[in-house]
């Protein structure tokens, strides 16, 4: 799957490495957008990595696209999140979602791979997590005049009088006013 630009042996190897611990990503060849709009065929792993937080496990989405320049150039890292999360910027994710670490910025070939890569995010998410869920907007209540003329209901009595019966949810009237029409 990896171009001949590509130390293919290394790299697979990292590869390997990490997809034996981190079981839910995925190898993939596709294309990278830079910031100045160019694109390159990229190899990326992609997929969640298992991230502790308040003592439950979360899958954080991530991307990892490595440039052909690997392993003297570090991945490019993103938080990727679904549509049902809400990315979190802060002092290790950039607003695009970038993940940005000092390892990420200290990177040193021989010293630094993927698999430490992805265990250092692993850490550092779990201590500020980069993604939560979208929060759900409570669902609008009728006006209150409504919801008692929807439920309000006259009733006769067997004198002739009327009464004004209030139902609640439960069907247990809680509110007679009697009245003569």
Same mark, same amino acid.
């Given at each position: 799957?990896?171009? +001949?630009t590509y130390p293919r042996k290394h790299v697979a190897c990292e590869i390997y490495e990490a997809l034996t611990i981190f079981k839910s990503l995925v190898p993939l060849m596709d294309r990278y957008v830079y910031n100045d709009? *160019? *694109? +390159?065929?990229?190899?990326?792993l992609t997929g969640t990595i298992p991230v502790m937080f308040e003592d439950q496990t979360y899958n954080i989405p991530v991307c990892l696209w490595i440039e052909e320049s690997y392993p003297q150039t570090a991945p490019i890292? @993103? $938080?990727?999140? *679904?549509?049902? #999360? #809400?990315?979190i910027g802060g002092q290790y994710i950039s607003n695009s979602g970038e993940v940005v670490l000092p390892y990420l910025e200290e990177w040193k070939c021989g010293e630094c791979d993927l698999l430490s890569l992805l265990q250092v995010m692993v850490v $550092? @998410?779990?201590d500020f997590p980069p993604v939560c869920m979208q929060p759900h907007p409570e669902p609008e209540q009728a006006p209150c005049w409504l919801q008692f003329h929807k439920q309000a209901e006259v009733l006769s009595k067997t004198d002739g009088s009327m009464y004004l019966d209030l139902t609640g949810e439960d069907d247990l009237p809680f509110q007679e006013h009697e009245t003569n029409c």
């Open positions: 799957m990896l171009p +001949k709009g *160019t *694109t +390159k065929n990229l190899m990326s890292c @993103f $938080v990727r999140p *679904t549509h049902e #999360m #809400m990315l $550092v @998410f779990g």
